[in-house]
């Protein structure tokens, strides 16, 4: 992830809160809004809530931005640039890796799956 990619402070987290999509994954919620940077920017949170200790709370940080990092080639054949928030859920401090990638990946895929039915339905009305 470039150097500049990330959300970093409380009102551009609440910017994608409040204008954006939300898609539930079994180990994260994600929070994507398009913004027109030219990037992807990416931020995580990882509440009390969802572990009590701050070394399990940073590994299900760590294990989200990996999961990002390795989704590069995924999130480049996007269309549009977003800002991702992902909030860690309480399974993903008992899985690998692995499992983390799978589940963002089913979220891009969503993701996908919503920009090309928004540009079917703008193209749609252009043609009548």
């Not at 913004?35 to 009590?52: D, F, M, P, Q, Y």
């Not at 940073?58 to 294990?63: F, P, Q, S």
Request: aromatic fraction near 6%.
């Amino acid at each position: 992830m470039p150097r500049g990619a990330k959300l970093r402070n409380s009102g551009e987290f609440r910017a994608v809160y409040e204008s954006g999509r939300r898609y539930d994954g079994l180990l994260v919620t994600a929070f994507v809004s398009p913004n027109l940077c030219g990037e992807h920017r990416l931020g995580i949170t990882a509440s009390r809530k969802v572990a009590a200790q701050a070394v399990a709370r940073n590994r299900a940080k760590r294990l989200l931005r990996e999961a990002f990092r390795l989704s590069e080639p995924q999130l480049a054949e996007l269309r549009a640039t977003y800002d991702w928030v992902l909030n860690a859920k309480r399974p993903l401090l008992v899985v690998k890796l692995t499992d983390a990638l799978d589940d963002f990946r089913k979220i891009l895929g969503r993701v996908a799956a919503d920009e090309r039915a928004r540009a079917r339905a703008d193209g749609g009305q252009r043609d009548s």
